[in-house]
């Protein structure tokens, strides 16, 4: 087992699919078969995942744990190291080191509704929760689903999403997706197939769409920074108390582990770090930390 | 606690006898206006009197850059570079120093422990020694005018001899293997330490009321006083390199003109520069120097580590090129200056 917990450990890439022209996804299996079977992480966990020679950058895992001792990330090709893995091929090394971050709480969920609403690449760590809640059918109570893309190209998973909207019903979830680009067809399609569940405009909109959500509901949220605001304006109009919204966050990290400083948010009463204090956060959290979303 | 005293006469033979623990470093005057710890060939080069070093200790247990990795590509493996067996001497370690130093040996320690620090803090020797605070000293403010722990000992001067406090079970150890430097302390020399310690506590000019500082930089937000130092601020991160108690780092791939070994090297890294709050894709969430000095302040300000981030030693205020006066910023957030 590693004693430094700055060292990499090794990795395969097992499968590359390309999702659309900047975000691929990518598996990984451990090399260390025991360090393999510690990993053990909740949805909202990241790693940072890096290539020799290149760096590494913090990423968040789009599965929930699994028996097949893979996980799955959605690389999106925004800078030097994400670059660098996108060149890479099934058979390749790459470098990873976690599990990191506290991750959602999904024990606290448990005998709750779910309203997960994700936008853009946030739909990755968001997956997870979905995934991991679908697995556990049974703790759960209505599970719904807001996905926001700018367009059909750019949808992320789109195999797991289009069965989630056609076929959600009989995954017990239902889901709901928003596109941006108004001349989309393809979206305009899966909007006249089902006009209760697809829309065009904002992730935001699709409030419109859904039933009023029980008191009894934890919003959780993924998305680009913008997102947040708007979606927070409408779960407070909703009544959502601040305890029951969950989000996560991006930050610029190093290390993953609270020492490099980079991802540190809040003033003098309330500093924290997103890589071991968050990076879920509730919205109580972001009340009370300013500068947070 | 255990106190010893050391004659002034004894001096020279004491300060031979800590270069036998290790290496030695002390504070030099380097120029007119700047100390730095440096290895020790003389002992006419140590200054006792200084005030500050431009770079505190801290550069002797997280290094301004150094090695973590070596790796190679074909052969796939990250190798630790050896991590040497060099032991140190730190000599003339003030009070605020050595409590900064409690505050990193927090981060870097407690829970996931940093093996580069842990090593290298396995393999040193701080001898603190008392000073006289100059006109941007607040340590009083800060509570870190007196090191409780975190050295091996702690000399405070009380005129013709020292008064030495034993710190660590290593501490302990060299008075015990050089009993003939060491004399028991008597009550006048407890006398003369409290005398001592009066006086300097008195000597203090600069001040800052600490209560309630951060809920007054919270509700401080939004105000005024980050655009005017922000536009101030030359964005050099000078602050973050001499404080003794920043410790961001960045860490970077080095690879070799053979593209196939290199080394990831891990260096001091400044709040204060535009990139330190950039992610991929180009957001940043510190975009100005108003959300990066109000970043700074309140990072300072905080009780994050059970204590303040903050030790009182003057030094951005000191070396800060575009003379940004750290207590005259805390002042104008309490609202004690407009």
Partial sequence: MKVNPLEPMKAKITEIETMTEIEKLITIKLHDREYAESFSYTPGQFVTLGVMG???????????????????????????????????????????????????????YEGNDLLLIAGGLGIAPIRGVLQYALQNREKYGDISVLYGVRCYDLMLFKDDMLDYFRNGDRHGVKFYLSYEDKEDQVCYGLACERD?????????????????????????????????????????????????????????????????????????????????????FTLWDAMNTKGMI | ?????????????????????????????????????????????IDLSYTRTMI????????????????????????????GDERIVLFGVHSCDINALNLLAKVFTEELPDKYYLERKERSFIVGVSCVPDEYCFCHSTGTSYAQEGFELFLHDIGDSYFVRVGSLKGHEFIATHPSLFEAAEQSHYDSFKDAERKM???????????????????????????????????????NLVCPRCRCYDVEDHINLDLNTGERVRKWYS?????HGLVAGGHNFRPTARERIRNRFNCKGSLRE?????????????FCPAEIDYVEVMKKVRGDLK
């Fill in chain 2, 1 to 45: 606690m255990l106190v010893k005293v050391l004659a002034k006469s004894s001096f020279s033979s004491f300060v031979g006898a800590l270069g036998d623990y290790g290496d030695l470093y002390a504070p030099v005057k380097t120029s007119e206006k700047v100390h730095s710890f440096k290895e020790i060939e003389s002992l006419t080069d």
């Fill in chain 2, 271 to 275: 709040c204060m520069l535009s990139e």
């Fill in chain 2, 56 to 83: 505190p200790p801290k550069k002797f247990f997280i290094h301004p850059e150094e090695v973590i990795f070596e790796f190679n590509i074909d052969e796939e493996l990250y190798i630790e570079p050896p991590g």
């Fill in chain 1, 196 to 280: 209760d569940r697809c829309m065009h405009g904002m992730v935001t909109d699709l409030f419109k769409k859904i039933d009023r959500p029980s008191k009894k509901t934890y919003a959780i949220i993924g998305g680009p920074p913008i997102m947040y605001k708007f979606t927070i304006m409408q779960l407070e109009k909703l009544n959502f108390r601040p305890e029951r919204v969950y989000m996560t966050l991006e930050r610029r990290m190093r290390c993953g582990v609270g020492q490099c400083g980079h991802c540190i948010v809040g003033t003098g009463k309330s500093i924290k770090y997103v890589c071991k204090d968050g990076p879920v």
């Fill in chain 1, 54 to 108: 290149v760096g590494e950058a913090p990423i968040s895992i789009c599965t929930a744990q699994n028996d097949e001792l893979e996980l799955e990330f959605c690389i999106r090709n925004a800078g030097r190291v994400t670059n660098a893995i996108h060149k890479l091929k099934v058979g390749d090394t790459v470098w990873g080191r976690g599990p990191y971050g506290n991750g959602f709480p999904m024990d606290v």
């Fill in chain 2, 306 to 318: 059970d204590m303040p981030n903050c030790v009182g030693c003057g030094r951005c205020t000191v």
């Fill in chain 2, 201 to 239: 506590y008195a000597s203090f000019t600069n001040e800052l009321e600490m209560a309630g500082l951060q809920d007054l930089l919270d509700m401080a937000y939004e105000s005024e006083v980050w655009t005017e130092y922000g536009d101030k601020c030359l964005g050099c991160g000078s602050c």
